[in-house]
């Protein structure tokens, strides 16, 4: 596990960026090393909810998965792109979407609400959203874990950090032209109650406003890998496949 976790670590480094400021390894020591290189104020400013739990000397108590947050517009394709990551290198794929409409056809206590949220094309209050995901990875033994649709805003993001206690290693997001993501949501053909011209506008006005900024976050945090989402599914996995398979042996 440990070895596994540190490798892992060191992929993440190595591999997507220079510019990560917060690790398993920094976490595990403690160690917050921009800190003392440019001052507490500033330094605050930019601490993930994680970095913040590590300064008051707050460990997770357990070495946790790797963990790749798929973001993207509607329709990019994160869910046609995850499906193939799964069955390529065995990753589980968690959709926060899925869980949520999962609970809006239950007879839950928050199924009326989700329902009303996801027509109107908002976004499901993340204690919701983030207990769900949390439930899936506390009941997986599988290490490598895709997080399709999530976070959807900074506060969903700041609300999994706080929660789950962790951070993401790997943020990949799906670039698509509007116009491209209206067509395929509006060919779905899966009976969603938000697949239709008026929600997906709203939607995508939501995309912008609320989910790029996660994005622009986890960019500055140099964890984002950006695919261009333009093509066939098949062309796309491939730009996916070459992403995972030159560290797959460090993953898997
Ligand atoms: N590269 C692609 N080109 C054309 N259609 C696609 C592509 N990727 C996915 N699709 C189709 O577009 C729709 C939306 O894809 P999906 O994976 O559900 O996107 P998302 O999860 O980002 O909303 C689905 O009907 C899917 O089959
Ligand atoms: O973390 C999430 C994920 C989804 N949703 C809601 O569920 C809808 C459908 O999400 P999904 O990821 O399934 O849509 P996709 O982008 O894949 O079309 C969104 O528009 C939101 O209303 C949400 O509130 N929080
Ligand atoms: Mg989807």
């Known amino acids: 596990m440990w070895r596994r976790a540190i490798m892992l670590g060191s992929w993440v480094r190595s591999s997507f960026s220079s510019k990560i400021l917060t690790s398993s390894s920094n976490l595990q020591h403690n160690h917050l090393p921009h800190q003392k290189q440019y001052g507490m104020k500033f330094v605050d400013l930019f601490m993930t909810e994680t970095e913040k739990l590590a300064k008051e000397g707050k460990q997770p108590d357990k070495i946790r998965p790797f963990i790749t947050f798929v973001l993207g517009g509607p329709g990019s394709g994160k869910g046609t792109q995850c499906t193939k990551i799964a069955e390529t290198f065995g990753f589980l794929h968690i959709s926060a979407g899925e869980l949520l409409r999962k609970e809006m056809s239950s007879n839950c206590e928050y199924g009326a609400i989700i329902r009303d949220i996801i027509k109107e094309g908002k976004i499901v209050p993340s204690e919701i959203t983030v207990n769900l995901i949390h439930k899936a990875i506390k009941s997986t033994s599988n290490q490598n874990i895709l997080i399709d649709g999530f976070p959807r805003s900074d506060e969903n993001r700041m609300a999994f950090e706080r929660i789950v206690g962790v951070e993401p ?84």
């Open 169 to 252: 290693d790997l943020v990949i997001f799906f670039d698509c032209p509007e116009d491209e993501m209206v067509k395929r949501v509006l060919s779905r053909n899966e009976g969603r109650i938000d697949d239709n011209t008026e929600t997906v506008k709203k939607r995508l006005k939501v995309f912008d406003k609320l989910n790029l900024p996660v994005i622009t976050y986890y960019s500055w945090k140099g964890k984002v890998q950006k695919i261009n989402a333009v093509g066939t599914a098949e062309e796309i996995f491939e730009k996916v496949r070459q992403l995972f398979a030159s560290e797959r042996c460090r993953i898997l």
